[in-house]
Structures are given as structure tokens and as C-alpha cells.
């Protein structure tokens, strides 16, 4: 069968435009319906659903505000669990005083004992009595405090200052034959840098080769006196 096509082409143009035409409205129509849709949901979503979920939120609160309130010693309470939470700082930066023994045992020489210990960490002052065999043990002490040092951040520091032999007897130099020679005693105040008993480092003190300590001997537990030792701290509340 042969067709014949009778319709000029600008009359094919209008008809094809006016096709695209109706499309564009029905596409922009829904397009707009679908925005309208949208925005009056989230109208109602904002204007009812999230203000009574606001509302709701708020009639917790009050609730739980006044359950707290009401609660007995709430201020009590509340201090208590403030020092609680400040507890960790306040362990990182206070001394380490369980480092003293250790020390001791590597400065006192042989042949002297320790029998008191009074340590203030606020003024960084040791106060320190004992007994030797002799003054020559002493003195031996004395200067091993005097030189012995510490490394911070690669700086060689003393670990103690003003060191003073501030009492001492120098007990029988020469006894009667069938005694027992009496012990020299002493008494020696120093203060020390902080930094060796700092509770976030492992601080190692350089001894004097030259002396032999305690913790050299078998039975470094001779530091001190048995039963007589009486360690006091300050300062470290």
C-alpha cells in the first residue's frame, strides 16, 4: 500500500511541539505536586512531631531536675564525685615517694645505718640521723650526697644540695679491750631536686663509684636500724 503525506511539515512541526509542550507540564506538574508534598511534611514534621518530641524532652528534664534536687546532701554528693574525678591528676603529680628506699639503698655506704627519715616534699628538705662505725663513714656519706647526680633531658643535675652534717658523736675511737667499740651517730639535713622522685619518670641516680653501698652488699635490709627506723613524710597530702 502506498501513503501519501499530506500534511506540510510546519504543520508536523506544531504538532510534535504541542506533544513536547504537554509532556513539560506534566513533568513540571508533578514535579511541583511532589515538592508541595514534601514541604508540607516538613511542615508537619517540624511544626507537631519534632515541637512534642521538644516538649517531651523538656518534661524529662524537669522531671529528672527535680528528682536530683530533691535528692538528700546533693551538694555533698556532688563535691564528693568532683574530688573523685580529680583524683588521677592529683595521683600523676604527687611524689614518688616509694623511690626514697630505693635511693637510700644505693647511697649509704657501708657500715652505716639510717634510723630516722623525715622527708617534706613541699620544701623539698630531707632530714636524716643514723649511725656509722666510725666518723670516716660519715664523711664518706656526707660526700656521697654531695656528688651524686641525676640526667634530665640529657643535662647531668645534682640530686641534692646543701648538704650539712648538722650533729654527729664520734663514738669510742679507741675502746677498752674486751668492749664493744661505741658507734659514731649523726645528724644531716639536705634538700633535694624534685625531679628524682617526679611520679611520670623512672629517675636513676649516678653514686660515686668509689663507695660501696648497700645495695652492693647481700643484705641490703642493714640500711636500717631493726626496729628503731622511723620514716615520717610531709608534704605530700
Given amino acids: 500500500m502506498i ?15 504541542k506533544r513536547i509542550k504537554r509532556l513539560m507540564i506534566g513533568v513540571s506538574t508533578l514535579v511541583a505536586s511532589s515538592s508541595f508534598v514534601i514541604a508540607l511534611l516538613l511542615f508537619g514534621y517540624v511544626n507537631f512531631v519534632q515541637k512534642n518530641h521538644l516538649n517531651d524532652l523538656d518534661r ?17 554528693i556532688i563535691t564528693v564525685q568532683n574530688q573523685l574525678a580529680s583524683l588521677p591528676q592529683l595521683h600523676d603529680g604527687k611524689p614518688k615517694a616509694s623511690s626514697l628506699f630505693l635511693f637510700l639503698s644505693q647511697l649509704t655506704p657501708a657500715e652505716v645505718s639510717v634510723a630516722t627519715i623525715d622527708v617534706d616534699f613541699t620544701t623539698s628538705i630531707i632530714t636524716l640521723s643514723g649511725n656509722a662505725k666510725d666518723l670516716l663513714r660519715v664523711n664518706t656519706f656526707i660526700d656521697t650526697l654531695k656528688f651524686t647526680s ?30 664493744d667499740a661505741k658507734e659514731a651517730t649523726f645528724q644531716s ?7 628524682i622522685f617526679n611520679n611520670e619518670t623512672n629517675t636513676k ?15 641490703p635490709a642493714a640500711l636500717f636500724e631493726t626496729q628503731e627506723t ?7 597530702n
Fill in 3 to 17: 501513503q501519501f503525506n499530506l500534511l506540510p511539515d510546519v504543520k508536523l512541526d506544531y504538532i510534535r511541539t
Fill in 205 to 219: 641516680l649516678n653514686v660515686p663509684k668509689a663507695v660501696t653501698t648497700r645495695s652492693q652488699l647481700s643484705n
Fill in 189 to 195: 639535713t639536705l634538700t633535694f631536686d624534685p625531679l
Fill in 60 to 76: 524529662d528534664i524537669s522531671v529528672a531536675a527535680k528528682k536530683i534536687t530533691g535528692t538528700k546532701d546533693i551538694d555533698k
Fill in 150 to 179: 641525676f640526667t634530665v633531658d640529657g643535662q647531668k643535675k645534682n640530686a641534692f644540695g646543701n648538704v650539712l652534717l648538722a650533729g654527729f658523736s664520734p663514738g669510742d675511737l679507741a675502746p677498752e679491750k674486751g668492749t
Fill in 230 to 236: 622511723e620514716i615520717t613524710e610531709e608534704g605530700n
